[in-house]
């Protein structure tokens, strides 16, 4: 098994919150944080491509800010920006580097929230094979 933790980082409070926790983890464990970026655009309209770079570039700057935070608690971590859905981005780069866990964090809304709208959580915890630690922000 890798020694890494994949962590949902998206600069939101509840993303700080996983990161943390994922921070504390990987110097507990000795494990590399890798900071996933999901970006898949919606699939409508002519300015898709613009859409898809904006929230690429949106994505470099929240998971600089990422990097420096996992940093500043004593983590070793890098990014991975992945034009997708963030559940399968997640998925994906855990399946990539047989990751030990996804971090991810969540507003502690009602479960059955989560089931109707599908939340990110949720649907990691449905459908992820990679153990999954939800960190309430």
């Known amino acids: ?20 926790a994922a921070a504390k983890l990987a110097t507990e464990l000795k494990s590399k944080l890798v900071l996933v970026f ?3 655009p919606y699939r409508v309209g002519g300015e898709i491509q ?10 470099e700057v929240v998971t600089s800010e990422g990097m420096e935070r ?13 034009d997708r859905e963030s559940v399968d981005a997640l998925m994906s780069v855990a399946d990539a580097r047989d990751a030990r866990m996804i971090v991810v964090g969540t507003y502690g809304e ?5 089931a109707i709208l599908g939340s990110t959580p949720y ?6 094979e990679t153990p999954v630690l939800v960190v309430r922000g």
């Open 70 to 82: 996992a940093k500043g608690k004593g983590a070793e971590a890098e990014v991975a920006l992945v």
């Open 123 to 128: 649907k990691l915890v449905q459908l992820s």
């Open 38 to 40: 999901g970006y898949e």
């Open 110 to 114: 009602h479960p059955l929230k989560g």
């Open 1 to 20: 098994m890798a020694n890494e933790i994949v962590v949902g980082y998206d600069g939101s409070d509840c993303s700080k919150a996983a990161l943390d």
């Open 50 to 59: 613009d859409h898809r770079k904006a929230l690429e570039e949106r994505g």
